[in-house]
């Protein structure tokens, strides 16, 4: 049947043959094309693919009290970023990230467009703090949503109820108006940066560096291994100068009342403690702050974010009186004034109006009787030139150069500053109201604790600081003095005599017969100086507390122990509080505090105390121990404590915690002390306004004249706490 | 007078050469399953490759002229089973390629249509030689090859439905098409693609056919697969990264690197140097292959031969093409290479059937 002779002709055969070669010549090309010419290409393709860049967040470095007492802690949470190296369009699973995430769509088009710009490989922050539940979420849908990635970051974990917020500040993500700025050059959107107090000033070190980890992954995202891992470099622990005793009596003094407290340390700037009221809870700030609670926050007239003791600039009113004081005295005029105070005097053809009629009065008995009228003659005598020149020379109208951002640098009126600023000649008037510390005269806590704390040093003016020097290298010491400028450390040569004038004076007025004899502290030497400054210019009410609470002036107090050389100074600002001798009762308590501590290290040098845990008092409110009110025995180093939640620590505050009931004699209230008096007059109510904008001319004028005063007096340091008793 | 056939003209280099592609087979294998829930395949390849040797040599004992006996027999088998399996088949990933067998094995028929379909088609062109084809005869071949692409394609399985084709085109082509009929051929054939396109072919399946052209439009899809294949052998670079290294393959990004994409596995983890000594290996193969056609006794054998050798350097050209992104994903397996017992078998039944061959060349 077959035919097998048949044969097919050998050529289509060969026809096959040249064929398959040929096959096989434009597969060997393509191989050649691609692993040849285009290998590294596609290397690098591979490694794109499967090597995933996971941030490593550096923990920020914690902060201490100056006895090493713990006040900021860290705590780990998880949060969810989002990973676009995929390269797939996540756009469509949207709504069911979002409804993971307990999110809505258009926040997670909002952060994705936030970081359009960004490099791939830089993840989005989608959601911080992550619920269990969201975690939850995340683990299971990892094959369809493998662009979700948990990260586990150390977060801020901040005294409860505002305790000592304004000095910490708070954390938050670095905004678009920042990233502008030169000093945050190296910041990616999406960095946690301090955004005030210390944690601003002082970010660069307390941020640490975030280290990555090169993870493999599958095609599906999964984590397969480990290749390359830079590892954080933890931000530096820092020792602030705070003193969490002081700190806490401070806190306590002031209650709700809105102003602020400063107390420093005179031999050195050191400050013990700095309160503002209203405060807030910076544990807010920790995990993004909702909409609601920040409109509330930057919309309260009382201003609880501002930090009132370096950013208020008010009219110092009657504690001005040590500054003309000196003025009176080193310009050699109020030896030799001798008033005869008859409840006011006339000058330039207006009626002054001082609150008594203090009969005679002398430089030694001006300052503790607040006499005004002492001080309205002494300042025309000087003339507002000689008054501007020595305010600018004791530090004030410029800043101080506090370790701390947003200090303000309030004002010094002169004729020149109301030429510059109004173009209007200045009215002989405006000098007598000057004199009294009212006017377009504007300070801030800050200012007037340097200033008077100087005085009382005999002419030795300290930087204030949060942060000891010694914890920082020589250069970034440098760089925080370029960063916060200010009149720092000067000496203006005060003559002994006069120093001791001035300081009799002002410990005169905690004894009966002075301004401020309510809060005597029996056994303590305790000078200072009371404050009542108008807010408004009425003669209306002059006497009595204003009905309207907006109204009533601003008390102050300058308290210091002992009267020459102090350990310490505070300075108290009760806006609206009414009299100057009110501050005087919460200055008292706080330099109370302090000697007492004084006293008990004193008789305790062998045996240091112990530190007070801070650590202890941050609890979960759901905790039995919690509610029982029980003192908390927990360590916030702990973290790995099941009770604890993010934003929810409480520092217990109860009355009771300062160990001490109030002394006895802070019941004996007097209500009987002359206060300043509440006349000011014919001063340009435009000045007040446009105060601020002339406050940085004043400055640099300032430091004209604090340069010409290098060498003084200079005070030793007190060896002994016996010092501060009478 | 007939001579007894003996096992001393076997192939034996032949074989040699098809068992060290079997071996690379099976060690790439264990390679890109190790990270898989796929790891031990390689093992189950090393039966399949034992069971092929066994059905090979049992086929190289039954005389070639037996098969072509039977093949009206074997071609009803042919078109019942396809018919079964569009019925009763096994559905997977929605399509119905699959009859389980009992003992659990799995089976595709349409891998047994290949050899058929080359006996079927040998013996048609061989018993028309030595006359011009008429347009009655191109018309029977294209019905015979015709109805079980039709069938296969319906499974749906366009991959194995195409490549019955080239075992027709080697027949028209062998058994003396006059060019100018190619050539009406060829311009019907393309006239007839336009419905086919539209009618016939699902969606995905016209995707994967031009996807390849332009990757990126379909990141996710079958582009993907072919990106993924492009940089896995671009990674392999010249030498490669060696045995159960390579990133692609170990990393899941590759898709199936154990069968249609085997070659990518090869190539990212042994390189050009390997990609290139594979090819080498079937260039020797179909080389080998066509000399035995040349060598065959008769016309029949020598159309057996090159069926085989149509379909495997269909199925060598299309995978690797595929690979490198030449060709459009259409899951046709390497011979040889992919792990697949209805592919291995198949390949060495068709070896079994060369050998014959073969063995009878000094019959007569």
């Not at chain 1, 941020?207 to 397969?224: K, L, N, P, T």
């Not at chain 1, 600018?392 to 410029?398: A, C, F, K, N, S």
């Not at chain 1, 979960?620 to 003192?631: E, I, K, Q, T």
């Not at chain 2, 890109?32 to 069971?51: E, I, P, S, Y």
Request: contains cysteine; aromatic residues 8%.
């Amino acid at each position: 049947m077959m035919n097998r002779e048949e044969k097919l002709p050998a050529y289509k055969l060969s026809i096959v043959q040249y064929g398959i070669v040929a096959i096989l010549l434009v597969l060997l090309s393509g191989l050649w094309r691609l692993q040849v010419v285009g290998a590294q290409n596609y290397r690098a393709l591979a490694q794109e693919n499967r090597i995933r860049k996971v941030p490593i967040m550096a923990p920020r470095g914690k902060l201490f009290d100056r006895e090493g007492r713990l006040l900021v802690d860290n705590y780990p949470s998880i949060s969810c970023f989002l990973i676009r190296e995929q390269g797939r369009n996540i756009e469509a699973d949207f709504p069911m990230i979002a409804r993971g995430l307990d999110m809505t769509v258009d926040q997670l088009k909002s952060a994705v467009a936030h970081y359009r710009t960004s490099p791939k490989y830089q993840p989005i922050p989608l959601k911080q703090d992550i619920t269990p539940d969201e975690q939850e979420f995340i683990a299971a849908h990892r094959d369809e949503l493998p662009e979700l990635e948990m990260i586990s970051e150390q977060r801020r974990l901040y005294p409860r109820n505002g305790f000592a917020a304004h000095l910490i500040g708070y954390v938050g993500e670095v905004s678009d108006e920042m990233l502008n700025e030169p000093q945050y050059a190296y910041y990616e959107p999406g960095d946690v940066v301090g955004r005030s107090g210390v944690e601003q000033s002082y970010d660069q070190l307390l941020r640490g560096q975030d280290g990555s980890q090169d993870i493999i992954v599958d095609s599906r995202g999964r984590d397969v291994g480990t290749l390359g891992r830079e590892p954080a470099i933890p931000g530096k622990d820092l020792k602030l100068t705070i003193d969490l005793d002081i700190q806490r009596a401070a806190e306590e003094a002031l209650g709700d009342r809105n102003g602020a407290i400063v107390a420093l340390d005179p031999h050195t700037g050191e400050v013990l403690a700095l309160v503002s009221r209203p405060t807030f809870d910076p544990n807010d700030f920790a995990v993004r702050i909702s909409r609601g609670d920040w409109d509330k926050l930057i919309t309260d007239p009382n201003h609880p974010l501002m930090d009132k003791a370096i950013q208020a600039q008010l009219a110092p009113g009657s504690t001005f009186k040590i500054i003309m004081s000196v003025a009176g005295l080193q310009e050699g005029i109020a030896q030799n004034l001798h008033v005869d105070c008859q409840g006011g005097a006339t000058f330039y053809g207006h009626f002054f109006a001082c609150d008594q009629r203090h009969g005679l009065v002398t430089i030694h008995n001006a300052i503790p009787l607040s006499c005004d009228t002492y001080f309205y003659t002494l300042a025309q005598r000087l003339g507002i030139e000689k008054i501007a020149e020595w305010a600018h020379r004791l530090g004030l109208g410029q800043k101080t150069g506090i370790d701390l951002p947003g200090e303000v640098s309030g004002t010094v009126p002169s004729e020149q500053w109301k030429m510059r600023n109004f173009h209007q000649k200045w009215f002989a008037g405006e000098t007598i109201s000057v004199g009294i510390g009212q006017g377009a005269l504007q300070v801030s806590p800050i200012q007037l604790a340097r200033t008077i704390g100087g005085i009382a040093s005999g002419g030795v003016f300290k930087r204030p600081h949060v942060v000891f020097p010694n914890e920082l290298s020589t250069q970034y010491r440098e760089a925080i003095l370029d960063s916060y400028p200010g009149a720092g450390d000067v000496k203006v040569p005060i003559d002994p005599a006069n120093w001791e004038i001035i300081t009799e004076g002002m410990a005169a007025v905690t004894e009966p017969g002075g301004t401020a004899w309510g809060s005597h502290l029996e056994g303590i030497d305790f000078a200072g100086k009371t404050g009542t400054a108008q807010v408004i210019s009425k003669n209306a009410g002059q006497n009595k507390i204003a009905a309207n609470v907006a109204d009533r002036p601003n008390a102050w107090f300058v308290g210091i122990a002992p009267r020459r050389n102090p350990d310490i100074i505070v300075v108290v600002l009760w806006q609206h509080g009414g009299w100057g001798s009110g501050s005087a009762r919460m200055a008292a308590k706080v330099i109370e505090t302090y000697v007492e501590k004084q006293r008990r290290l004193h008789h305790n040098v062998a045996q240091p105390p112990q530190p007070v845990e801070v650590g202890a008092v941050w609890s979960n409110p759901a905790h039995p121990d919690a509610l029982g009110g029980r003192p908390l025995v927990r360590h916030a180093a702990n973290q790995t404590d099941a009770s604890m939640r993010a934003g929810h620590f409480f520092l217990h505050l109860p009355a009771g915690s300062a160990a001490r009931p109030a002394p006895a004699l802070f019941a004996r209230r007097s209500l009987s002390q002359a206060a300043s008096p509440a006349v000011y007059h014919a001063v340009n109510q435009d000045a007040n306004r446009a105060a601020n904008t002339a406050a940085n001319g004043a400055a640099s004028h300032a430091q004209n004249h604090a340069q010409n005063h290098a060498a003084g007096p200079v005070p030793a340091r007190p060896a002994e706490v016996a010092r501060l008793e009478r | 007078m007939r001579r007894t056939i003996s096992f001393r003209d076997f192939d034996w280099l032949l074989l040699a050469v098809v068992l060290l592609l079997c071996i690379i087979s099976i060690l790439e294998i264990y390679s890109a399953t190790l990270h898989t829930k796929f790891v031990g395949f390689h093992t189950k390849q090393v039966f399949w490759v034992l069971g092929g040797l066994g059905a090979m040599f049992i086929l190289s004992c039954i005389n070639y002229h037996r098969l072509l006996g039977w093949i009206h027999w074997l071609y009803l088998f042919c078109l019942v089973s396809l018919a079964g399996v569009l019925v009763a088949g096994q559905r997977v990933m929605g399509a119905r390629r699959w009859i389980r067998l009992p003992g659990g094995i799995h089976f595709q028929p349409s891998e047994w249509v290949k050899l058929i379909l080359i006996i079927a088609v040998a013996r048609y062109f061989a018993n028309l030689a030595r006359r011009e084809l008429s347009w009655g005869d191109v018309a029977k071949a294209g019905l015979m090859v015709g109805i079980p692409m039709l069938l296969v394609l319906k499974q749906p399985d366009l991959g194995t439905s195409l490549t019955y084709f080239p075992v027709l085109l080697m027949g028209l082509f062998l058994g003396g098409l006059h060019w100018k009929k190619a050539l009406i051929l060829t311009v019907g054939a393309l006239v007839l693609v336009v419905p086919v396109w539209y009618k016939v072919l699902k969606p995905y399946q016209k995707q994967r056919l031009t996807s390849f052209l332009n990757p990126d439009t379909d990141p996710r899809g079958s582009g993907y697969q072919v990106k993924q294949s492009l940089i896995a052998v671009g990674d392999g670079g010249l030498f490669g990264r060696g045995a159960t290294k390579g990133t692609q393959t170990q990393g899941d990004f590759l898709p199936i690197p154990y069968t249609d994409f085997i070659f990518a596995a090869f190539s990212e983890e042994h390189g050009f140097v390997g990609a290139v000594f594979v090819l080498l290996l079937y260039f020797f193969v179909l080389m080998r292959l066509i000399q035995n056609a040349q060598t065959a006794a008769d016309l029949s054998g020598t159309f057996l031969v090159m069926g085989v050798v149509a379909v495997i350097s269909f199925q060598i050209a299309v995978n690797v093409g595929m690979v490198i992104g030449l060709m459009p994903v259409t899951g046709i397996p390497l011979p040889l290479m992919s792990y697949g017992g209805s592919s291995i078998l198949f390949t060495f039944l068709a070896l079994g059937i060369v050998m014959n061959v073969r063995m009878n060349r000094f019959v007569n």
